[in-house]
């Protein structure tokens, strides 16, 4: 049997991290067992969804590098995968339920359930539907269906229990006894989510639901239509939730939670993905960093764990970190041009004579880089000559008409160096120091804060280097001091 998978989103809101990372448990189920993944809108909740969060969980799971093979925009011969244009085949489901003795008309109004529950809960008892319309006679019903009165077509819960094995938890069952009869169909013709989900995985032919653990509870009416309608039930891997690092549900509380405000905040869609699929999930090794291929090879169903799983901001950065260390310099650059364009610090000479410019300074920021974000923000200095200088730092390392002078008497010094790269420029700073009896760091500090108007920055030669020969000598001669600033 061929494996079809689906990812189901209801487009109440963009694409949640919790929502994509049962996407991409479902795409790398798929993908390596050569597989089908369905992408299906659920958005019967006409008030609640909209064309715009469609389009928001489109892009971000394109972002993720998530494709699917059949959905929305490419298609599929089980078209069409918006739930809202599929509302006649829930109707003739639940007419065929109805049919085959599986379900009833409940003529009930809200009203009297509503009174009718409330009565049983002011004695301490507990209610659930009580079967007044299972007992009508046909004749009666067919009365006032003819009469045009308003039903709902309520699922006939047999005796007995129903219980199914869960990838992630083993065997679950629930007693019958507890399971109302629930609506399929409402009154105003709409299907309730337990009927829609199951006839599209009936007819999408899906042969395994993975999906958030709060749904295990919906999953026995799920199995019990499914069983009403003699068709097979498909295999189910309930995930775990997701929570913050208070253990509590993840949620805005705890920051971002859609994947493409990520995306905006300088995430890799490797960086998400690798720490997505872990959220849950772990190989049989301690193993952390994958890119999607390792991951396609190493998933399986069975090592998702179901405890819950603890979303760790600091943990991400750190994944982030990690793939950004893996990207070619060509490459981070393709992705950080639209940042450097806000940011008014795009040339156009990257893409030509300052390319190896762009590449250097690149390599340089590399190693310390959280975000794409900090290429452009972390060192504004190297792109123009728009310096703020912090006072401590001034303080500090330039605190007087001496240090002026000795950074003019380096200038003076590197003036010559040939070439004006970082070892050349290395070699003289540090003899430059040593004639003059001072440690290089003496030397160093001062020029740092000239070069940079900070007291952190990257490797000082391979900033004069990138800073060229003029820039770095104009910034040395002018450097502010602390009883000239
Ligand atoms: N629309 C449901 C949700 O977003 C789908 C549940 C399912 O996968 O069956 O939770």
Sequence with gaps: MSIRVRFAPSPTGYLHVGGARTALFNWLHARQTGGTFILRIEDTDADRSSTEMVQGILDGLRWLGLDWDEGPEVGGPHEPYFQSQRLDRYRALAHELLAGGRAYRCFCTPDAIKARREGAEADGRGWKYDRVCAALPADEVMARVDAGEPHAIRFLVPEGTTGFDDTVHGRIEFAN??????????????????????????????????????????????VLIFEALGRAV?????????????????????????VMEYARQGFLPEALFNFLALLGWSPANDREIFDKGDLIEAFSLGGISGGNAVFNPDKLEWFNQQHIQRLP???????????????????????????????????????????LHDFADETPYLFGDDMAFDESAVARHLPDRDAHDLLAALAGRLSSAEPFDRETLDIALRAFAAERGLKAGAVIHPARVALTGRSVSPGLFEMMELLGRDRTLARLRSAPSGTSA
């Design 177 to 222: 006894a507890d399971i109302e009869d629930f609506v399929v169909l409402r009154s105003d013709g709409h299907p309730t989510y337990h009927l829609s989900v199951v006839a599209d995985d009936v007819d999408m032919d899906v042969s395994h639901v993975v999906r958030g653990d709060d749904h295990i509870s919906n999953t026995p009416k799920h």
């Design 329 to 371: 310099a060509g490459e981070i650059a393709r992705r950080i041009e639209p940042i450097l364009r806000e940011r008014g610090r795009w040339r156009e000479s990257f893409t030509t004579g300052e390319r190896a410019w762009l590449l250097s300074l690149i390599e340089l920021l590399k190693p310390r880089a959280k975000r």
């Design 234 to 258: 498909p295999a189910f891997a309930h995930v775990p939730l997701i929570l913050g690092t208070d253990k509590k549900r993840l949620s805005k509380r705890h920051g971002a939670t859609s």
